[in-house]
Structures are given as C-alpha cells and as structure tokens.
C-alpha cells in the first residue's frame, strides 16, 4: 500500500526522496507501483516545462537513450507527461556517482581510473555504433552501482549524428557541454564526434588518478579556452607513481587533434586492457614511433572559442602541444605563467622532437637552476627552446624553484630543442572557508573546488540547530591548510530524525560508529563485498538504503568493501586448445592463442605447452592468459 499523500505520476509511479539535480531536471526515487520495483525519475524543472524547445530536447533525451540497451548504460523506461510535469522514468542505480566517489577519496590508482575506464569505454563504443554521441562525459554522469558496476547516465545533450542538420535548440555562438571536459572542437562551436566522447573521458581518467581536473580556472570561458590552447600539468605533480603507460593513454585520448586519438572507443578499450595486463600500449607506441618523424562542473552553454590567428595562420607556431606527448613552444597564449605538459619522465624516458638541423640556429643552452620554474622557462621560450617542467619535490630547495635542468648549461643547442627542468612544487595552501551553520551539500560543494574534503565527525541532535547543518568545524575558518586535507564537521541531527545517514566512503568503523551513535542507534551487522572502485575496508552502502528514514534501535546491514574481487587462472597445461579456452573463459579470463611448432606425432600438438599467467595465482576477471599450442609441421 502506498502513502496516501504520495505524489502518483500518471497512477504508475510513486515519488519519494529526490536523488538528484541536473541541468535541466530533477532527480527522485520512485516505485514503479505495475512492476513494483524501484525507479530513478527525471522531472523537468517547471520554469522548461512552457518551453517548447526546452521540452524538445528532454523528448529527444529520452528517445536516444531508450535506443542504448547495453549493461554500462542506464536505461530508460518510459516517458511522458503528467498535467505540466515532463518526466522520464530510467533504472535506478543504487550507488553514486563517480564525482562523489571521487570527493571522498581524492584520487585512486593508475590501475582502478584504468578499470573504471574500460567500462565508460565500452559504453561509448556502443552508443556511438548506434551513431550516438554523449556530449557531456564527466564523474557527475559516470555511475558506481553498489556491485562495483559502472553505468554512464545522463544521455540528455546527446544527439544522433545524422539528425545534426535538425538542431536549433542550442543558442547559436555557444556549445552545450561541461567546460572542464569539453573537447577543443566543441569549445570552438564545431559538431563533435565519438571522437569527443574519447577526449572527455581522456580528462575524467586524468582527474581519478591526479585528483584534480587538468584545466581549472575562475570560470567556464576560461577552462574552455585551456581546451583549445592549453597543455595540461604533469601527472607526476599529483601523483608521482602514474605508470608513462597510462599517461601515453591519457595524452592520446586528450590530443587536440582528434585524428590523432583513438579511432574509436573500442580501440581505447584495447589500450586500457593492455596496460591492466601489464602489457605494451600502443599509445606508448605511437609516440616512440613520432620521435623520427618530420586539454565550471555544471552542464551550461559556453561561449564559442575562437581559434586564434597564430594557431589557424602558423600552425609551426602552435603545435598540437598535447599531441606528440613531448610540448612544443606555442606562441599564441600563456596560461599563467607557462605551459606544463604530461611527459614520461617519471619513467625517465625524454623525447625530444626532431628538428630540422639544416635550417635551425644553434646556441648555447643557458643555466636556468636556482631560479623559479616560470622564470626559467620563459628565459627558454624567449630563445627559442621548449621548456618541460618536472615536478620532483626536493626539500634541499625552496619552492618553485629550478635544481636541475638537462641538458646542461653550455651545452650546444638548436631552437626548438626540448629543454627539462625539474623542479620543487610549491606546498598548494587553501584557506578554510566558514562552513559553520550551512547545510551538509551547501558546505561540500563549498570545499571541493578548493580541493578540501568533508568528513562527519559526529550527528548531535539540537533543537536549535535545523536538521543537517553544521554546528562546529574543524580546522576553524581562515586557517591554512594543504590542498586534500579534511575538514571535521559535527552536524545536527535536529530535534532527533533518523534518517540513514550518508557513510559511503568512509572507514568501516567510523561508519558503524556514527549509524550506533545518537539519534540513530542502529543495531549493525557488517557484510564484506568485493569491490573494484571503494577500497578495501570502507563502507560501500547500507542496506536499506542511504536516506531511509527508520526508528532509532532498527536493525541495519553495513556493507564494506573487500577489496577487488580476483579469480584463480586453471591449471590449462596438457589440455587440448577446446578444453583450455573453456576453463579459461568460464574462469572469467579472457584467451589469446599462439602456436609453437612441434614436431609430426609430438605428445604436445594440439595441446598446450604453457600459459602466460600461472596457474592457481590470482588475478581480475577479464585478464587476458596466452595459451601456446603445439601444432605439428608437415614433413
């Protein structure tokens, strides 16, 4: 039976707590009362609702994704409309999103960005066969179901390519989209392709393992102008063990040009599966290979950049800086000081490009140590070098300053030459802005553009304090702190509501802690589940589920990750290749086959002679295990 006060959408759908907001529509939980399950419904905003082109695209957001049937994708139901609410009902994914997950742990590994990856990817790959490109892929719309399994939602500025001549719903000059993962052809007004999709995702791999976006700035124009002309900061300023395969990955899905990323997403799938694998990228290949041959968090319309004169009129000049994965000197605009770029030298591997030494004017490489990191490389810049900054962080010498540079001072050089210079990173300092007496949300939202974290210490109840605001913080307001500290909050629990509160994310034992405590005085019982995007020892969710309001003392299961589940490879040796693709394959590995000559009645044709990964070891799901089979040469 449902509440007689409950809000009934066309007699189907009960409406609960609301979940969600985007940028033109809630988000509520709901019961599907036919089927009786639970739903995500989408409501427009009511002030769209009078819009015909605003209602306009909400149909087609329905429309294209109903079409997407795929396990990585949300999928939607129905949609319709109810008196003057415009509504879409999708598949409710308990869970959250990969921005919140992200807001709670900072960063995460080269390895599980890679996991999360491969997913979103094969997504894509999907979407775009069916000629659907996403348009807006960020953390906000990338799903963490609470199995671990990644869904990409939110298909609502998704278009079909063929239906490009259609479009008028769009201002013209301006482009929809996320500015901090839009890609350089949207931000200058051009229609995006799958192509775009790959560079979006290239930024949301390089903000899970940095734990900040590349291009940051005070507003959406600005971020979207770095797209187009900016290179972003080294990965091994933000996390000094990212694997030179995975930047390559990164660096091909972000290059401005996009001939040059990943010709589809299946191929970027491929690569990521190859570095899970611990094998070569052809990423990483890629940019070996040209060493010899002559880049706002909320769904807005952003202005249209324009290309520059230097960039359309000498492209010598400004070269596709991400692209080569070695920057070169760009003359049209400096973002701050200079430009940064992702390279391989946390692996210390350098690359230089290759200059036409016939026409090129030699000088002697000047000594830039001992002086700060925007100074250095503008003395290089200004003769015509291309400076690479390394971040290593070097307390013998203060901050921002130059150590070494290679090559070294008075050594011979041509203009154009790359140029590293390695550097101490200042300590990122962030004033605590005044969070007490503002709302859980307000207060997060608040923190996470200045790369703080809001932790709940504890819930007191107090009639004088409404119910989820912060009452005291810790550290107070104005004092300094590091980029990626945490900021303690006790909040009010009210006059004693007991609705579940939010532990996603947190230690399993505060978690059990805060549901014991006062008001809520749960009675838990923790459950261990693997997991592949929370860590190994932190909540995932509760059962039921977050927000649930419930008596105090009622009974609740704590769920906790048990870290990423493994599978355990067979024992495959002396099978036959039928027999070992089977054990392999219901192992839930995946099976390469290469063949060894053997000779005419050898005990090992047909059969396997080894296999690369050894057997009883255990290993993720889908990694891949080469059998070689003896194959017998005719006499």
Not at 157 to 170: H, K, N, P, S
Not at 314 to 329: G, I, N, Q, S, V
Not at 385 to 406: E, F, K, R, S
Request: aromatic residues 6%; negative net charge.
């Amino acid at each position: 039976m449902s509440d007689n006060n409950a809000v009934i959408l066309n007699d189907r759908y009960e409406m609960q707590q609301r979940i969600g907001r985007g940028g033109m529509a809630d988000v509520y939980l709901a019961r599907d009362i036919l089927l009786d399950r639970l739903v995500a419904i989408k409501v427009l905003f009511p002030e769209y609702a009078t819009d015909p082109a605003f209602v306009e695209r909400f149909r087609r957001e329905a429309q294209s994704a109903a079409n997407l049937n795929h396990p990585n994708i949300v999928s939607v139901y129905d949609w319709g409309r109810s008196n003057n609410t415009y509504f879409m009902a999708m598949e409710y994914v308990p869970g959250r999103t990969l921005a919140e997950a992200l807001h709670d742990v900072g960063q995460i590994t080269a390895m599980k960005a890679a996991e999360v990856g491969i997913e979103v990817a094969a997504a894509l790959s999907f979407a775009h066969r069916g000629n659907v490109v996403h348009r807006d892929i960020k953390p906000g719309n990338i799903l963490i179901g609470s199995t671990g399994q990644v869904k990409v939602a939110d298909f609502g500025i998704a278009r079909a390519l063929g239906a490009a001549v259609e479009e008028g719903l769009t201002q013209t000059g301006s482009v929809m989209g996320t500015a901090t993962y839009l890609s350089p052809e949207q931000a200058q007004g051009s229609q995006p392709d799958p192509r775009s999709d790959i560079y979006s995702l290239g930024v949301v791999m390089y903000e899970m393992v940095a734990g900040r976006a590349p291009f940051i700035g005070d507003n959406a124009v600005g971020i979207a102008y770095q797209q187009v002309h900016g290179v972003p900061p080294a990965l091994s300023e933000f996390a000094s063990d990212a694997p030179r395969e995975f930047e390559a990955i990164v660096a091909k899905c972000m290059a401005k040009s996009a001939e040059r990323r990943y010709v589809h997403a299946n191929a970027l799938r491929d690569d990521l599966r190859r570095f899970s694998a611990g094998e070569e990228v052809v990423a990483l290949t890629d940019v070996q290979g040209r060493k010899t041959q002559s880049q706002a968090t909320d769904t807005m319309a952003i202005p249209v950049i324009a290309t520059s004169p230097e960039t359309t009129d000498d492209k010598d000049l400004y070269e596709d800086l991400y692209d080569d994965f070695a920057p070169r000197r760009a003359a049209s605009y400096i973002f701050g000081a200079v430009f940064t770029a992702i390279i391989l030298l946390a692996a210390g591997v350098f690359i230089y490009r290759t200059v036409d030494r016939g026409s090129a004017t030699s000088l002697t490489i000047p000594d830039v140590t001992n002086r700060t990191q925007a100074e250095a490389s503008q003395i290089l810049l200004d003769l015509g070098l291309t400076p690479i900054p390394n971040a290593v962080i070097n307390d013998a010498v203060g901050d921002d300053i130059v150590y070494a540079q290679d090559p070294p001072a008075t050594a011979t050089g041509y203009q154009g030459d790359v140029v590293t210079i390695t550097y101490n990173p200042a300590k990122q300092l962030q004033t605590v802005p005044p969070i007490q007496g503002l709302s859980v949300e307000s207060a997060t939202q608040l923190l996470a553009p200045l790369g703080l974290q809001l932790v709940i210490l504890d819930v007191r109840n107090d009639p004088l304090v409404p119910l989820n605001q912060i009452i005291t913080q810790d550290p107070l307001a104005n004092e300094q702190v590091r980029s990626g500290s945490q900021i303690s909050v006790v909040v009010s629990g009210g006059t004693g509501g007991s609705n579940i509160p939010n532990i996603e994310g947190q230690v399993s034992s505060a978690a059990e802690q805060l549901l014991k405590s006062s008001p809520y005085n749960f009675v838990v019982t923790i459950t261990a589940e693997p997991s592949t995007t929370v860590e190994k020892g932190r909540a995932i969710r509760t059962d039921p589920v977050i927000g649930t309001p419930l008596p105090a003392g009622s009974p609740i299961a704590l769920i906790v990750s048990s870290g990423s589940p493994t599978v355990v490879v067979p024992d495959v040796t002396g099978n036959t290749e039928g027999e070992a693709q089977t054990a392999i394959n219901a192992a839930g590995l995946i099976t390469e086959i290469k063949y060894q000559n053997v000779p005419a009645g050898d005990a090992n044709d047909g059969r396997v002679i080894s296999q690369s990964r050894e057997a009883q070891s255990a290993v993720a799901p889908g990694t891949k295990v080469t059998l070689v089979i003896g194959k017998s040469t005719t006499p």
